[in-house]
């Protein structure tokens, strides 16, 4: 893991929990920062009238349950 965080990658045991990506660590750090706040605004002020697809996790898996 430390070397994984001085070469800029997402370690290996956050990526068997965490969503798929390629981007180096610091892109992912900041990715994943406008996910949570997203998510936590839809949390906290509703439902939004439109979505960011790629915050969530499966993009198709979302758009299957909400045309169901």
Known sequence: MFYDLIINKVPKNWQKVAYLNLKPLSSWIKDLNLRVSFLRSWLTDG???????????FPQGFLTGVLQ
């Open 47 to 57: 439902f939004v009238t439109s979505y960011w697809m790629s915050s969530f996790f």
